[in-house]
């Protein structure tokens, strides 16, 4: 969201600027010459002299702004992906530092173990705050000896995340199922 | 940095002003205020006549107040596409206040990549200073190999790297922060 909000922040800044800029040479043009320099306004207040409220140009013009105003309250409200887990204190002492894991390394070392695990082929690890999700492909295509692998894939998570030493380590969800070909 | 956060209170307060306008307008035109404001004209209302009204002199006050929005809209601009969070050069102070040292940012940071890309199980590392010069806090990203001994490699990485970090600026409480990650692929190194 904050590369999205940097993009955003650009273009609402350029916005202003050529908005505020147009409306000072209008202003000043206006008074010089009674007439207009760049965008031609008369039409838009003509219209707005024609227009009721009721109008259904108006009641889109309205439909529009929520919705935009809604995605943007929502996106910008709506709490950040964790991209760090914190270490737990350090057996070295060391003072002041503040050690983690990233999202995407924590991923790597959980993917890492569970493929070791006999047995399993492939696996994908989706880590959120407090739950790591894990979709193992088996070798076997036996959905029972799949099945059986479910234990030792949790296992080998949780023995991953113990040598971690998490702060607090996420929970661990397993789904494994057979080689489909 | 990139002022995110004024980015984002930039960001809510059009969302809220998107709303309002949008629920504002909307009002009026099913009727919420009247059917005599719904079918009344668009200019026909207490803004559009004072601006009718007193055109002669609120004209030039908006030209005024754009010139200043415009100006505020080309700092935040610069902001955006120039500022940084890293700091400038460092300035360690002698303890007899008689002279101080200069310390290239890079200097450091260069240094402490090198030792700790130098460990055997970490394939990359980067660091960079960030904050205020007279205040700084030490940020370090390394790679750990997905063999590697994670436990050990961060006990060596606190007590070695960052320990001779913290001795080099003479601030062995320097504020720092340690992200380890897993990497499958020592990075390419020109020497």
């Known amino acids: ?181 | 940095m990139h002022a995110d956060r004024t980015n984002r209170t930039m960001m809510l307060l059009l969302a809220l002003l998107l709303i309002a306008v949008g629920l504002g307008a909307g009002a009026a035109s099913i009727g919420l205020y009247g059917t005599h404001t719904q079918h009344s004209l668009l200019m026909d209302n207490p803004t559009g006549h004072f601006i009718g009204a007193h055109g002669i002199w609120l004209w030039p006050v908006a030209a005024v107040a754009g010139l200043i929005i415009a100006l505020l809209a080309l700092r935040w601009l610069i902001a955006l596409l120039f500022s940084t969070d890293r700091s400038g050069d460092l300035v360690i102070r002698s303890s007899s206040g008689a002279g101080h040292t200069t310390l290239a940012n890079g200097a450091l940071t260069d240094a402490v990549v090198e030792e700790i890309e130098g460990y055997r199980g970490v394939n990359t590392a980067r660091a960079r200073l960030i904050g205020d010069r007279e205040d700084p806090e030490l940020v370090v990203t390394a790679g750990l190999d997905e063999n590697a001994d994670f436990t050990a490699l961060r006990q060596r990485i606190e007590t070695e790297a960052l320990t001779h970090a913290r001795q080099a600026l003479g601030n062995m409480a320097l504020p720092t922060q340690l992200d380890l990650t897993l990497t499958t692929k020592r990075s390419a190194r020109v020497t």
């Open chain 1, 1 to 181: 969201m904050r590369l999205i909000n940097r993009v955003l922040a650009a273009l609402l800044s350029l916005a202003l600027i050529a908005v505020s800029l147009l409306l000072i040479i209008e202003v000043i043009v206006d008074r010089a010459s009674h007439r207009t320099a760049v965008v031609n306004w008369h039409t838009a207040y003509h219209w707005a002299q024609r227009n009721t409220w009721a109008a259904g140009s108006i009641r889109v013009i309205c439909g529009v702004l929520i919705f935009a105003g809604l995605v943007l309250l929502i996106a910008e409200l709506k709490p950040a992906r964790v991209s760090r887990f914190t270490a737990g204190p350090a057996e070295s002492g060391a003072s002041a530092i503040d050690t983690a894991y990233t999202r995407r390394g924590l991923a790597a070392a959980i993917r890492s173990a569970v493929t070791a695990v006999d047995g399993v082929r492939s696996s994908a690890v989706k880590v959120k705050r407090r739950k790591v999700r894990i979709a193992a492909i088996a070798s076997a295509q036996d959905r029972a000896a799949a099945r059986s692998l479910h234990d030792p894939i949790a296992e080998a998570a949780r023995e991953r995340l113990t040598a971690l030493k998490l702060r607090r380590a996420p929970s661990v969800s397993v789904r494994v199922s057979p080689r489909s070909r």
